[in-house]
């Protein structure tokens, strides 16, 4: 592989991890800023760019009002496919799996959306920061029921979640610690709890439609005795478990290997041990700053490596933003848009939908026969269209660069080139080139997308969506 | 959290209630409300995508009884609605609506009988790309708001073309996405610019006279106005959607006042709540005009936990009376103010 096609393999590499895929004019463009360059802009954005809002409340009714699940999820989705802040979306996306909070609970879209939000400001930040504002955020109050711990009377499930789904893990703390975690954390609820609480209950809409939350300290209801938490002692607030947590080097381990496992590899091998470790290094020197985390990740020589590359299966979402963006789909409001969340959750992972507290179990559990087939159709439905101004870009791209006449391996090449590049295995390539050689004109005309070699051009890239390399990311 | 309450026109009453869609009383994203001479009032619902095979007009009174309603569902076909947005009547006192994805006006009687449609999808003169407010004056000339064309187009009541002005763009004469669309007593035509945050005078010829507003939330400012409405003696009244508001000006565009809602429980709510005993007693010890933390003090993000502010002011209405109707497409009712 030449210098070029190295340099495009591994940013290719980088933006599916980092983000959703790149197109191949994005993909020229950070590789003229620079690996690193490029690797700092995702760490530090600026300000978020996407479709505007405005578009999109003015077209659809759902999600201005963000009543139900399928509008708010096709509202973030139509972030994620616009955005040119790809990290910003992916890392939200990160926490949410990770601090998962489900509408089935709270019948409250708004929420979940603001609680997204507080993702993407927080995301890259301290951890120490995070874990608060996740401790004052009002869908997780409810989620976990902190709503109902009271001074005297305490509900224990938002403490144990906090230690063993969020920080440190099962096997580090006592019981104790947990009954104490949950005693500091009384008096964190949210305003007008009670009214709240009912209508989520009930899903009640009415009078007029949701109304969405906010956190509220309620003094008088939080417990000021003396606790002991991981072996300390002292008259400790929610701020102070926190603060207790991140210190914990078993809270640096968790978070370095989740972060290692969604950007990196489903798998822990000996040669990932060391870049977690050395994600654990910076955790501590950056005071638990998760943007010098991943830089440790993106610029290390494992990450730039083979073993690396191809080492994740995609997530549903990652699989439909992924061809949405590459396929240029749902850059302007669009009809049905909120079918594109129906597609997430029929693939297994429901935007803001969550089967548990836990999560979504992902790697190898995200494909079964039902999954990938939902998948293969909604790529293929995709790129089969020729009007998809991603579809027609490659198609002129091809054709600016044969005008005329193109071979069959040339066509299959460059498709491969331009929906990644994706490196395939050669009986995969042998048969794209067989399903190619079927058509007995392939000829490219430049502004021609109507042709017979144009929709050739379309139905290889559904094929090369549906196969294994282009699942993997 | 104080309510700004310094209305020239006072608040009178609020209708509605969220409805799930498919039939009776209450509103489903209302988007637009019209008032006929025996003073029935018309709202188009137009309805989530989980709810949208309930499209529908629904016809009430100032009383609060529901009449009826009516309309043929979702689609494409003949009195069918994809996405509608207005409303008006015409001076046959035939209900004139426009659809920004079917790209015509589908025409209904009073009583709920389709009538008619026109209109196609295009760019050519007469054609539509997103057919959004919709007005009618006292000589049957129908101006619509050719949003995604950027321009105003005239026609008779019955579809045929008579001329347009606008292009795209921020200069005078020019539009970006057009919205809300009126005619005042003098035959002159206001139009809410929507992504120029502006409302631009004209008289029926389409010659430019002025302009009011710029972006901005401060008094006589606009992020994207959805409606403009003048009344019997040419104070106009403005949507403004993103600031979500409704601000009123002099006949000569000087700021006189602003409104963000004061919403009280419409007979309807009351019901609900009669036979909801536990949500009345939660709410009644609520504050539903809470404060707002920093990072979520917007119009949007404040009127969606505030209950009494307006919460996606699409439209507005004057009636005979000059009665002002703001309609709430996220808060399902209509809220109504005196003059």
Known sequence: MDTNANDMSIMAHLMRRAGFTATRMELEAYISDGYESTVEKLLFPGEPENMPDDMIRRYHVDQSEMRQIEGAGAY?????ITTKNPLEEKIALFWHGLFATGYAKLNQARVLLNQIDMFRRFGLGSFKTMLIELSKDPAMIIWLDNNDNHKGAINENYGRELLELFSMGIGNYSENDVKECARAFTGWTLKNAEYMAVRAGKDSIWPYGRIAWQYQYREEDHDNGIKTFLGRTGNFNGQDIVGMIVEEIATARFLSTRLFQY?????????????????????????????????????????????CMYARIKGPVESVVGTARLAGSYRKPTLDVHKLWFQTFFMGQGLLAPPTVEGWHEGTEWIDSGALVERINFAANEF?????????????????????SIKPESLVDGCLDLIGPIKVEDLTRESLIEFVSSYNDTSLLIGDINSIGAKCVAQTLGLIASTREYQLA | MTIIKKNS?????????????????????????????????????????????????GVFNLEEDYLYEFGQGYGTENGQFVWPVAMAFDTQGRLLITDEHNNRVTIFSTEGEYLTKW?????????????????????????????????????????????QWGSFGANKNQFNYPWGICVDIDANVFVADWRN???????????????????????????????????????????????????????????????????????????????NPDEKETRDISDLTPDIPDHLNTPYHISSQTEPFFWGPVSIYLDADDNLYVVESNRHRIQIYQK
């Open chain 1, 76 to 80: 973030w989705l139509y972030r994620m």
């Open chain 1, 384 to 404: 089969g269209d020729v009007n998809k101004p991603g579809v027609k870009y490659i198609i002129d791209r091809l054709s600016r660069q044969y005008n005329g």
């Open chain 2, 119 to 163: 209109g196609t999808t295009g760019t050519k003169s007469g054609q539509f790309d997103g057919p959004s407010g919709i007005a009618v004056d006292h000589e049957g000339v129908v101006y619509i708001s050719d949003q995604r064309n950027h321009r105003i187009q005239k026609y008779s009541e019955d579809g045929d073309f008579i001329g």
């Open chain 2, 197 to 275: 945050d502006r409302i631009q005078k004209f008289n029926g010829d389409g010659e430019y006279l002025s302009t009011i507003g710029c972006s901005g939330d401060a008094q006589g400012q606009f992020i994207r106005p959805s409606a403009v409405s003048v009344d019997s003696i040419g104070n106009i009244y403005v949507a403004d959607w993103g600031n979500e508001r409704v601000q009123i000006f002099d006949n000569t565009g000087n700021f006189t006042d602003e409104l963000r809602g004061e919403a009280t429980l419409s007979k309807w709510a009351e019901d609900f709540l009669e036979s």
């Open chain 2, 9 to 57: 026109s006072s608040y009178l009453k609020t209708i509605g209630i969220a409805n799930n869609g498919f039939n009776g009383r209450g509103f489903q994203n209302p988007y637009s409300i019209v008032v006929n001479h025996d003073k029935k009032i018309f709202v188009l619902n137009r309805c989530d995508p989980a709810r949208r095979t309930a499209i529908r007009i």
């Open chain 1, 263 to 307: 950007f990196a590899a489903d798998e822990i091998t000996d040669d990932s041990e060391l870049i977690i470790s050395s994600m654990m290094d910076s955790y501590f020197e950056s005071q638990y700053q998760v943007s010098a985390m991943l830089r440790t990740l993106f610029n290390s020589d494992y990450f730039k490596s083979e073993k």
